[in-house]
Nanobody, 117 residues
Framework: EVQLVESGGGLVQPGGSLRLSCAAS????????MAWVRQASGKGPEWVSG????????YYSDSVKGRFTVSRDNAKNSLYLEINNLKLEDTAVYYC??????????WGKGTLVTVSS
């Protein structure tokens, strides 16, 4: 089955850190650019980061630049998002997606990140 499965979300205090993971199966993720998208409750999806197939080019939205780091391990068919200095407004469901930004064609079910004191 072709799918993406996210993990690593949880409840974190402001200023804390998390590492999200995304495991790809049923296809060779190394052949695809990948992205992270988040959606806060009551809001639309927000693209936050993308990485090209080889991992050499990374992209971030202005709202997360300097705090989020995207990476991938193609040998493990996996994608990661390191989130530092978490803010209340980072609370959202985080999804990994196949594609870089405007052509994402496969999404996971998401992992919830809650930032609260």
């Amino acid at each position: 089955e072709v799918q993406l499965v996210e993990s690593g979300g949880g409840l974190v205090q402001p200023g804390g850190s998390l590492r999200l993971s995304c495991a790809a199966s049923g296809f060779i993720s190394a052949s695809y650019d990948m992205a992270w998208v988040r959606q806060a409750s009551g809001k639309g999806p927000e693209w936050v980061s993308g990485i090209n197939s080889g991992g050499g080019s990374v992209y971030y939205s202005d709202s997360v630049k300097g705090r989020f780091t995207v990476s991938r391990d193609n040998a493990k068919n996996s994608l990661y998002l390191e989130i530092n200095n978490l803010k209340l407004e980072d609370t959202a469901v985080y999804y990994c997606a196949r594609g870089l930004r405007y052509e994402m064609d496969l999404w996971g079910k998401g992992t919830l990140v809650t930032v609260s004191s």
